[in-house]
């Protein structure tokens, strides 16, 4: 399944799509471009010595919530644009006491932002007409996530490419000026870094593994062994990485307990995320560029919301409902539709 986006129609010779993670080696020499320019018209932002290109941008391709966004000439990959989401409030499962530090650090109200990290196309392919198809490319998709900003820093010799912008809705917000200041090598550096509770040294499991923490304390999560729990990228029956339309590692959505505010651990003493959730032909959903997971179903014990479970202990999730053809249905912004198994209420003495 593809990502969600408004279609967009070529220009002869210029096309436009989505990137994946097997493009990265072809968008690493457009990214030093990018990188050599914006040194060139910053002397603050200066490029690290043999930095590894690749591997920053096989990094991007992989985040959950990052996007590239290519431009192509004669089947060649002449430009790029990176985009990523984030949003500024915190997420439920955060420690009250941190949603508190979060309330007290930002007198803003939150946005849900699509943040544009850079465009980039080569000199020769610097036209209006394929500039605007990657930057339409980008906002169209950026309108799917329900973005409610779009954040994107311009260089101040970039008259046309601002030009474009205002014509497409932007407001010119701000003006950033900087000013570099060389520090000598043997300088006795006062630290700039915050103070912050030291981490656990954790030995990784594999490169993606994933150290959890407790949604209420942030300390690490162990098992009943005193061993820490990783958060790992899913994997087929073969043992091959699960990847979604973007090219990206899936990982599991974790089953929250709300009678403890922490994540479910089964009777094997493992954590329990919910199944994903597959179509009629077996292909995984996603919505938005997100891929789709079973939801867990829930009852009230004593008055209180409880995970449900069957008669053998296992974790029940709600079903997907059908249509007559067996296709998943699915809510005006394209989320499929869960059936609610009939609550039940239950006390105990």
């Not at 990265?24 to 018209?41: D, G, K, M, V």
Request: negative net charge.
């Amino acid at each position: 399944m593809t990502v969600a986006a408004m279609p967009i129609a070529p220009i002869a010779p210029y096309s436009h799509r989505l990137a994946t993670a097997e493009d990265a080696r072809a968008i690493a020499p457009l990214w030093q471009a990018f990188a050599a320019e914006r040194e060139s018209i910053d002397p603050s932002m200066l490029v690290k010595p043999n930095f590894d290109f690749e591997k920053y941008v096989t990094n991007q391709l992989e985040k959950p919530l990052s996007f590239c966004w290519l431009l192509e000439h004669s089947d060649s990959i002449i430009g790029c644009l990176f985009i990523y989401y984030y949003d500024e409030a915190p997420p439920a499962s955060l420690p009250e006491y941190l949603i508190q530090q979060h309330n007290i650090e930002n007198p803003f109200q939150s946005r849900r932002v699509g943040s544009v990290l850079g465009m980039y196309v080569q000199p020769e392919h610097r036209k209006s007409e394929a500039i605007q198809m990657l930057a339409k490319a980008a906002i169209a998709h950026a309108k799917t996530m329900k973005v409610s900003d779009i954040d994107l820093l311009i260089a101040a010799d970039q008259p046309g490419i601002q030009a474009m912008l205002q014509r497409a809705g932007f407001t010119k917000s701000a003006v950033q000026y900087t000013r570099h200041y060389d520090i000598a090598t043997d300088a006795e550096l006062p630290s700039l870094h915050p103070p912050h509770p030291e981490l656990d040294d954790v030995e990784l499991l594999a490169p993606r593994a994933i150290p959890l923490r407790h949604p209420q304390t942030n300390e690490l999560l162990r098992n009943s062994q005193g061993e820490p729990v990783f958060f790992m990228p899913l994997v087929d029956e073969q043992g091959e990485l699960l990847k979604s339309s973007s090219g990206q590692n899936i990982y599991p959505e974790l089953l929250l307990d709300p009678a403890t505010n922490s994540w479910a651990i089964d009777a094997e003493d493992k954590l329990v995320s919910c199944p994903i959730l597959r179509d009629e032909h077996g292909q995984i959903v996603e919505n938005q560029g997100m891929v789709q997971f079973y939801r867990p179903a829930y009852q009230i014990v004593d008055g209180e919301p409880a995970l449900m479970r069957d008669a053998s202990d296992n974790y029940v999730f709600c079903d997907v409902e059908l249509d007559r053809q067996g296709k998943i249905l699915k809510t005006p912004d394209g989320f499929p539709i869960f059936k609610q198994p009939q609550i039940q209420i239950r006390t105990y003495a």
